[in-house]
């Protein structure tokens, strides 16, 4: 069922009601295909219920993001800094983004987690290691389990089409941990209008999308987070974290041929309380083409899109802003027959 969540409803000028759909996951498959598909071509976001993680493999990272991030920063920077995967502080990527923010990024690679763990958790490495595995592992399904659904509800006659390339050994996914301390301080940039709805709140992690196909995110009980309609219209998410959010990223988009739409958001910063935010971005292997699939290309619908490989599509994330629209350099122009660009599937 698709329900608005009342907290997240609010008013537009022309006093339509907009509403973050949420999905209950032990609906009946058939119906559920098709909420998702809605709320991925409506929003690009929406709120997974009764998924089927158990709470104890949440709780244990977020303790262990709890104790990370109490340590002073001395010890937070042993953990080795970001570049990209490591401990980061402030700086977002490698073009001068800031946000108000500390967090650890890590590849979901096992080797890699089990190497970061020797820096990150120096006194409990294997245990560290074996909570994050846990919860990738927990994450990755649920990802495979939206994927198929939402391939279902296309009707793409491979329904594990998208989630296989998540599932593959090579996949390029990533965990990322946010912590948000409480910022009180008023700076003359967020008393701008312009820019900021809300001008008691500095900018926690600024407006973007995510490049890679889906975004699973859960958050403590401490809000924050926006995401943007695509009038461009801000809507508060209600942190709720018994559940999840989902978030179509610019690849799917293209997979799509632009039918669902990356969401924008950003995270604004609370002045009280810390957030702490759990993001898992489910990527393509480095080499793995990424272009319309071919049921979603047809003559009166070409594919909108240049087909690349998502190591392309990361060089081209990681040489522009967090803000940039990096999928524009892939789009092909309107009146060429670009109807051959798709996947055989
Ligand atoms: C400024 C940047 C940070 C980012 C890489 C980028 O150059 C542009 C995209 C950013 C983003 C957003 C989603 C999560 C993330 C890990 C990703 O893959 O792309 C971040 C990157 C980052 O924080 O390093
Ligand atoms: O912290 C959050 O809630 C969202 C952060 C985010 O959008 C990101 O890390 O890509
Ligand atoms: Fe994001």
Excluded at 285 to 303: F, G
């Amino acid at each position: 069922m698709v329900v608005p969540s009342p907290t997240s409803m609010i008013r537009t000028k022309k006093t339509k009601a907009v509403g973050i759909p949420t999905i209950d996951l032990s609906m009946e498959r058939s119906e559920l295909s098709e909420l998702v598909v809605k709320a991925c071509e409506e929003y690009g976001f929406f709120k997974v219920v009764n998924h089927g993680i158990p709470k104890e493999v949440i709780s244990r990272l977020e303790n262990e993001g709890t104790e990370f991030f109490s340590k002073n920063s001395t010890e937070k920077l042993q953990a080795g800094t970001s570049t990209p995967f490591g401990y980061g502080c402030k700086n977002i990527g490698p073009n001068g983004d800031k946000g108000d923010l500390e967090y650890l990024l890590l590849h979901t690679n096992p080797n890699s987690i089990s190497e970061r763990s020797k820096t990150i958790a120096k006194d409990h490495p294997i245990k560290f290691s074996c909570i994050v595995t846990d919860y990738i592992e927990a994450v990755k399904e649920l990802a495979c389990e939206i994927l198929e659904l939402a391939a279902e509800g296309l009707w793409v006659p491979d329904k594990s089409s998208l989630s296989k390339v998540i599932k593959d050994v090579h996949s390029d996914s990533v965990l990322r941990i946010n912590h948000y301390p409480p910022v009180k301080k008023l700076s003359k940039d967020n008393l701008d209008p312009s820019k900021f709805q809300n001008n008691n709140n500095t900018i926690g992690f600024g407006e973007h999308s995510d490049p890679q196909i889906l975004t699973i995110l859960r958050s403590n009980n401490v809000g924050g987070l926006q995401i943007s309609t695509q009038h461009g219209l801000w809507i508060p998410v209600h942190p709720d974290p018994n559940e999840f959010y989902v978030m179509v990223g610019d690849s799917l988009q293209v997979l799509t041929n632009g039918r669902f739409v990356s969401v924008r958001h950003r995270v604004l910063t609370n002045t009280t309380k810390p957030r702490m935010s759990m993001m898992y971005f489910a990527a393509p292997p480095l080499n793995w083409w990424i272009s319309p699939l071919s049921k979603m290309v047809t003559a009166h619908n070409p594919s909108l899109y240049k087909p690349f490989t998502w190591a392309q599509y990361k060089q081209a994330a990681y040489a522009l802003r967090l803000g940039d629209s990096r999928l524009d350099q892939f789009k092909l122009q309107k009146q060429e027959d670009n109807t051959h660009y798709h996947h055989d599937t």
